[in-house]
C-alpha cells in the first residue's frame, strides 16, 4: 500500500478540471488522463493536524443550518477530507472517471463528539469494488482521529452506471425502509448549489447551474447530496445521541430551485428521517440513526 501525506488541503478547482478532463472525447483517451478499469487502487491519502477555521465552519452551518456549537456537526469532517477525496478519484489508478459517478448511500459513524479545537488526522482510501445490476460500486472510506483515538468514520458509495452489470454481492443497509412523511418545508433556491459548493469546494458542474447540469442530462441543476444529508441532521440536531450510527440513500436528485419536505420518527434505537418532494411524494433521501453504545 502506497501512502501520500499532505501537509495541507489540496486544492479543490484544479482538481475539479482534471475531473472533468476523462469525459473529454480523444482526449480522455491519452495516457496520464484516462483511468485503469477493473482494479482499486493501492493508496491511502493521509492529512494530518488538520485545524478547524472558525470562518469556514461558521459560512458551513449558515448554509446547513447547524446552530454554533463547541462541537463539529457530524457532516463537518467530510469537508475535511473533501481535498483527498478528489485527489483519489482523479487518480488515473481509480477505477472511473470522477464526473460520471453518483454517490448512492453514505454512512457515518461519529464515536463522539469533536470538539472544534481538536487538531484530525485524516485518512482516506478506496475499497469494495464491487457489481451493481446497472453497472458497478466502489466505497471511499475515511477515518479521523485525534492522537490515536479514532472518533468519526464514513463510507461514501459511489456507483458508476455502465453496461455488464449483475446484482449486488450485499444487501443495501436501508434496502425496504421507506422515508418518513412530514411538515416541514424547505424552499430551496436555485443558487443552492453554488452557495453549498463555495463553502465545500464541490463545485461539480451539475449543481452550479442548469445550463452545465443539462450537459449531463438533468433538466436543471440538483442540490448536492451531502448538503442534504447535513441539513436534514441540523434540523433533528438535538435528538441525535452524542455516538450513533447514520445511514443513507440518496434515492433522487432535487432540481433547484424546488421544495421539499422532511420528515423524521422516532425508533427504539434512533432515528428514520427523509426528504420528500412536496408536489410528488417521491424521496430524495432516506436515513436511519441508530444510537452506537
Known amino acids: 500500500m502506497t501512502t501520500r501525506i499532505f501537509t495541507k488541503a489540496p486544492a479543490t478547482a484544479p482538481l475539479m478540471l482534471r475531473a472533468a478532463l476523462p469525459a473529454i472525447p480523444v482526449l480522455g483517451g491519452l495516457p496520464g488522463i484516462k483511468h485503469d478499469q477493473g482494479t482499486v487502487p493501492d493508496l491511502v491519502l493521509e492529512r494530518p493536524g488538520v485545524a478547524t477555521d472558525p470562518k469556514h465552519l461558521e459560512a458551513y452551518n449558515e448554509v446547513c443550518g447547524f446552530p454554533r456549537s463547541d462541537v463539529l456537526p457530524a457532516t463537518y469532517p467530510h469537508m475535511a477530507a473533501f481535498g483527498l477525496h478528489m485527489t483519489l478519484m482523479t487518480d488515473t489508478t481509480f477505477p472511473f472517471a470522477p464526473m460520471g459517478l453518483v454517490h448512492l448511500r453514505n454512512t457515518i459513524v461519529q464515536h463522539r463528539p469533536i470538539g472544534v ?9 478506496a475499497t469494495d469494488l464491487r457489481p451493481h445490476p446497472k453497472g458497478s460500486l466502489i466505497d471511499i472510506v475515511t477515518g479521523v482521529r485525534v492522537g490515536d483515538e479514532v472518533v468519526w468514520e464514513e463510507t461514501m458509495t459511489l456507483f458508476s452506471r455502465h453496461k455488464g452489470g449483475s446484482p449486488e454481492t450485499t444487501i443495501a443497509p436501508l434496502a425496504g425502509l421507506d422515508a418518513p412523511d412530514g411538515v416541514v418545508h424547505w424552499k430551496l433556491g436555485g443558487d443552492l448549489g453554488r452557495r453549498y459548493g463555495a463553502v465545500s469546494g464541490d463545485r461539480n458542474p451539475i ?5 452545465t447540469a443539462r450537459a449531463f442530462g438533468f433538466k436543471s441543476n440538483i442540490a448536492h447530496g451531502m448538503w442534504t444529508l447535513a441539513r436534514s441532521l441540523s434540523a433533528v440536531q438535538n435528538k441525535l445521541p ?3 450510527v447514520n ?4 434515492r433522487k436528485p432535487i432540481l433547484l430551485p424546488g421544495t421539499v419536505v422532511l420528515g423524521s420518527r422516532a425508533t427504539d434505537d434512533g432515528l428514520i428521517i427523509g426528504v420528500k418532494g412536496s408536489r410528488k411524494p417521491v424521496t430524495h433521501l432516506v436515513g436511519r440513526v441508530v444510537t452506537q453504545s
Open 117 to 125: 479545537t481538536e487538531l484530525l488526522d485524516v485518512s482516506v482510501h
Open 242 to 244: 452524542a455516538a450513533f
Open 247 to 250: 445511514d443513507v440513500e440518496f
Open 207 to 211: 449543481h452550479l447551474h442548469p445550463l
